[in-house]
């Protein structure tokens, strides 16, 4: 069955670290790929998604993710975090054409001051 | 920025109950969407929704769970008779296309909590 994974459970930095969540999909076919933020009691916001392209995608809050299609991977990163980053990091796909998002198990990354 | 509105923030029910979960699409979306996450676990599909009728839904979504669009604003999502398992944060979410390369907007999350 098409799976996500992200390896890194937990992630804790300090500010200005620079930071690397993985994110490896199991689907040899079409994927849209997303990485979706959930701050402390919001609602998962999108930070950025590839369709198709420059496999460089640049998205909000100074973070960016390579898709490799040889490595069935999107990792996300940032060159230096900051405290508000602290949040779960969920990263998703979906298959060809269809519109059923499948997510990962989630990061939860802390930052400290 | 248009949201997608859900309430209640947090349910507590007793087994066996049954609940209602409430959502407010983004007003000129058409599809519609219910994902749950089990604490500890990934974010998992429950159901789609377009036209008044159900487009796909996963082997979660049995005969306990029912989807309805009451009123042109509201999407709801049932549980008949609750289980302990069922504990969990319920997501809505919505776009105004079906294709997967369109962007979901999701609300903040329903938590759940059967006793």
């Known amino acids: 069955a098409q799976s996500v994974s992200q390896h890194n459970h937990h992630v804790i930095l300090s500010e200005a670290a620079s930071l690397e969540l993985g994110c490896n999909y199991s689907?040899?076919?079409?994927?849209?790929l997303f990485w979706y933020v959930q701050y402390p009691g919001q609602h998962l916001q999108l930070l950025l998604k590839?369709?198709?392209?420059?496999?460089l995608v640049k998205g909000i809050k100074g973070f960016e993710a390579e898709f490799i299609k040889s490595k069935f991977s999107f990792n996300l990163r940032k060159p230096s975090v900051q405290w508000s980053d602290t949040a779960e990091y969920f990263c998703a796909v979906t298959l060809g054409n269809t519109d059923k998002l499948i997510f990962g198990t989630g990061t939860r990354l802390q930052v400290f001051p | 920025e248009p949201e997608v509105t859900q309430t209640p923030s947090h349910q507590v029910t007793q087994m066996g109950q049954e609940v209602i979960l409430r959502c407010v699409p983004i007003s000129n979306h058409l599809y519609f969407y219910w994902y749950r996450q089990i604490l500890g676990q990934k974010v998992e599909f429950l159901v789609s929704?377009?036209?008044?009728?159900?487009?796909?839904k996963s082997e979660i979504f049995d005969d306990q769970f029912s989807v309805e669009r009451p009123d042109g604003s509201n999407f709801t999502l049932k549980i008949r008779s609750t289980k302990l398992e069922d504990s969990a944060m319920y997501f809505c979410a919505s776009k105004n296309s079906p294709s997967g390369a369109n962007v979901l907007t999701f609300g903040a999350g329903s938590r759940l909590t059967v006793l």
């Open positions: 590839y369709f198709s392209g420059d496999p």
């Open positions: 929704f377009y036209n008044n009728e159900i487009s796909e």
């Open positions: 689907y040899g076919g079409t994927v849209n």
